[in-house]
């Protein structure tokens, strides 16, 4: 088995292309749709597209309301009654900011808003379509093939692995902040969800540091290293990973 | 010893005010500049002012970027020559947001703005103060009586220990969200600061859960019984709690 349907935010390139690719590997995938702020910027993506009938485009801004809105209303309409088995929180970016850093709220803010605050609110808007997967199943069984949010999460988001600072380049105090209250709102969800009695998991997947645009050339592994594992991972998921936070090889990682 | 200088926001009321008063019970401290948004409605503040003239009133807006520059030189100019030994962020908010709530991004993000944002900006404008206090001693010594920055955590900043969702009333998503930002950015500073040898010590401390208007009547503990603990440990900072989340009796808490 495996998520029939699944919708990921920040597909046009690096880690979000790379899962796209490695989803269309997955026997029983029948609908990906592929979000992206600038759908025509994204060439690779489109065609990917056009090789697979299986994979949408769809135009979506994390970072705005009625885009995650519409972008709702167009997922609805692609996965139909069989609702959203898989979202991928996957959009991201890295706002360079450090401790000796002239002070910038609106640089700090940014980054949170959009890896922290957008995962949040995207997760929210498609829960009603996550519930209607889910509800294709008796019980209380958690797993990506019946209903999951996968945030791309990051070390970063672990308090015991930052011991480095701002890190190269003074850069990384914002993004951390913004991945530790990933995790924070992905807990809050997930007990929630288990006093409401909504089968749906959630959890945060770190893909190593990868040789993308925002991991650098000097990264440690490839796009496909990770989304391999992270792939593999996705379809091992059960109710001992809800809230958690993870490698790539679904290995815990401290909090 | 103590430290002379202390600087603390949203003194006007509750934990804020408590720590004002108690702070004034320690042999040694000579200027207090207590920072509240709206220093005219802060009568029992204005009281305490009037009765002590180590107390010095400023308004001051954590969430506004021009309002903290202005304040760094109002406490330069009360400090003189001392710096500033202590920086208190305590200033913050509760944004009721939860899993149920109506997707809403400008509430959450005013949460994270006021409790975690503003407070990494106020520590980055009042560390030249902080270092000109630090500087009067020679060596790596980390205390509050020399230099230190003391965020008013929360137990809500513990991944460990967010296992009952959004909380009372649907209402702590967010508040947890900016608690763990808070942490984030102590720790990364902290890197930081071993890196440059800046010899300011930061560190969170959980308060409890204290009947204030914040936390309800229902709460567990009084303000008096907080902060007589909180400053009771502020008075044994040392470099084992650089970086770390305390409780108000200075116990390790886990990430």
Not at 86 to 103: D, M
Not at 237 to 247: E, Q, T, V, Y
């Amino acid at each position: 088995m495996a998520p029939k349907t699944i919708f990921i935010t920040g597909a046009n390139r690096g880690i979000g292309l790379g899962l796209v690719k490695e989803l269309l590997k997955v026997s029983g995938v029948e609908t990906i749709v592929a979000g992206a702020r600038n759908i025509d910027g994204a060439k690779e993506l489109q065609s990917v597209a056009k090789s697979d009938s299986r994979v949408h485009l769809l135009a979506v801004d994390v970072a705005n309301d009625e885009s995650i809105a519409n972008s709702v209303n167009s997922v609805a309409g692609l996965v139909g009654e069989r609702g959203l088995n898989l979202l991928i929180n996957n959009a991201g970016v890295i706002e360079p900011y450090g401790t000796s850093s002239t002070p910038n709220r609106a640089t700090v803010l940014k980054c949170i808003d959009v890896n922290a605050v957008s995962a949040l609110l995207v997760s929210q808007h498609f829960l009603p379509l996550l519930q209607k997967a889910a509800a294709k199943e008796d019980g209380d069984t958690l797993s990506a093939d019946r209903a999951a949010i996968v945030n791309i999460g990051s070390d970063c988001a672990s308090q015991a692995l930052n011991l480095r600072g701002s890190g190269p380049g003074n850069s990384l105090l914002a993004y951390k902040m913004s991945k530790v209250a990933m995790v924070s709102f992905s807990r809050s969800m997930a007990a929630d969800f288990k006093n409401l009695n909504i089968p749906v998991l959630i959890t945060n997947i770190h893909p190593g540091w990868v040789q993308t645009d925002m991991g650098g050339s000097n990264a440690e592994i490839s796009v496909d290293e990770s989304v391999t594992k992270i792939v593999a991972s996705i379809g091992k998921l059960n109710a001992s990973h809800h809230a958690g936070l993870f490698n790539r090889e679904l290995e815990t990682m401290p909090f």
